[in-house]
């Protein structure tokens, strides 16, 4: 990889942005559903440290990983995620919902239908859509913070903006 070339998703366009936006305001009632009764803490902080790893968004990957500590998820666990990992001490019952979050982040957003109606019938609707939910939390977040870099790479000419490979691993001592 050239360390030269800003590599990250960001939002390219206002309409890119607004389309999460309006999906998530949309969304504002089951988002207390979700939050309070159908994700824990946990499970929540696993499932954003999976995007955000795919993503690189070097603010939400700072925030959560000290979230994720708060909740209880061990320095072991988010090792293996940021090295793009599904940590091997996943509880069962959350397994296939982080690698559907990293299938989704890599594919912009865009998964596989079938492994979306895996999902579903997995966890059922209502819970694949909390997941899905957060998930799109967590991307808008992601793409915004890789904008604000993105924008500093451009007015620095290069300069700022840009996150070392070995900085990604460097917060869990």
Request: charged share 30%; glycine share 6%; with cysteine.
């Amino acid at each position: 990889m050239n360390k030269t070339q800003f590599t990250r998703r960001y939002y390219r366009n206002p309409k890119e942005l607004f389309g999460d936006f309006g999906y998530i305001f949309s969304q504002r009632k089951f988002i207390r559903k979700t939050m309070r009764e159908m994700i824990s803490d946990e499970f929540r902080e696993r499932l954003m440290m999976v995007v955000t790893e795919v993503n690189g968004c070097r603010y939400c990957r700072d925030f959560h990983l000290k979230e994720s500590l708060k909740s209880g998820i061990s320095e072991a666990e988010l090792a293996e995620i940021l090295e793009g990992r599904i940590p091997k001490d996943t509880p069962p019952d959350e397994y296939q919902a982080l690698a559907y979050a990293q299938h989704w982040a890599e594919n912009n957003a865009q998964a596989d239908p079938q492994i979306w109606q895996n999902l579903v019938e997995n966890y059922g609707q209502e819970k694949a859509d909390a997941i899905q939910l957060v998930l799109q939390m967590i991307r808008m977040g992601n793409l915004s913070g890789n904008l604000v870099d993105f924008l500093l790479y451009k007015i620095s000419f290069g300069r700022h903006g840009l996150v070392e490979d070995e900085e990604r691993f460097s917060i869990i001592k």
